[in-house]
């Protein structure tokens, strides 16, 4: 049977196997209680069977449970679109919003989740931006793109001559993807979290009507249009989404990891692609950023 320990220990080992995972650091409280459950895993004596036998007109309800147990994971089915209702964006936004915060859909992010983190920005927005899931401090302020790679992306969209209330910024998943008890850091949301929560972006999309979509890292872009590629292949060109050019780019959080202008180049040359197509001004300053001098 695996312990306490070795569960956490291949938790983190798969926290780790994800980009957007750097660090994970127990609290002393949350050592204290796993060296307890440690102590309570230990082997105990093994209790005689049941000396009265069970029915045999139906299995013994404990082995129900352990084939239902043994069952892989339920398939993820894709969830139904959302009914939108209102006679404006903002209205229809904010049903859309209300409705999200009300949302219980994943309970164990229910119950973690300090804010449901719906979106911010224009409804009538022409550029909207994709990420992930909230982070710890997304959930605390119920604002995406707050923390550090927030700020970043709030510099590119400056840099490109706009403000965040110009954009729209949304995420696949609204409430944060819960860590271990004790543990800090951020995870990447499962599939299962994304197909049940994607239907609120769709409804976002289909409401805004942006001219074009910004999808920033792997998870973003998996969550729109599926496990079609790396992010390193799909950046660069425009893909599509329900009729809507989506440009793939790298994730803030890349870059507050990799800061040399040969990768800040490549997410900026994504971003020229995008004001191109939205026929934005670009001046000869915007188009030398981050090249060698
Ligand atoms: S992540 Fe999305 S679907 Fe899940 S509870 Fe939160 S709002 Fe609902």
Known sequence: M??????????VQFLHEHEDVRHVRLSRTAKEGLARL??????????????????????PV??????????????VVPAAPLEITGSTKAEQLRHLA?????????????????????????????LMFVGEAPGEE??????PFVGRAGQLLTKMIVAMGLTREQVYIGNI???????????????????????????????????????????LGATAIEGLLGPIGSIGSLRGKFHEFRG??????????????NQSNTEKRKVWEDLL????RLEMPVSEKQRGFFLAK
């Open 2 to 11: 695996t312990g306490p320990r070795e569960a956490l220990r291949s938790y």
């Open 38 to 59: 440690t102590a309570k895993s230990k082997p105990q004596p093994v209790a005689p069977p049941p000396t009265v036998a069970a029915p045999r007109t139906s299995p």
């Open 62 to 75: 404990a082995t129900t449970i352990a084939r239902s147990s043994m069952a892989t994971a339920p398939a």
């Open 98 to 126: 209300e409705r999200a915060a009300a949302c219980v859909k994943c309970p164990h992010l229910v119950a973690r989740r300090h804010t449901v983190v719906f979106g911010v920005g224009n409804p009538e927005a022409k």
């Open 138 to 143: 997304e959930d605390l302020q119920g604002e």
């Open 173 to 215: 998943v609204k409430c944060r993807p819960d860590m271990p008890l004790g543990t800090s850091g951020n995870r990447k949301p499962t599939k299962q979290e994304m197909e049940t929560c994607v239907p609120y972006l769709r409804a976002q999309i289909e409401v805004i009507k942006p001219l074009v979509l910004v999808a």
């Open 244 to 257: 809507v050019p989506l440009m793939p780019t790298f994730h803030p959080s890349y870059l507050l990891r």
């Open 273 to 276: 692609k995008v004001m191109e």
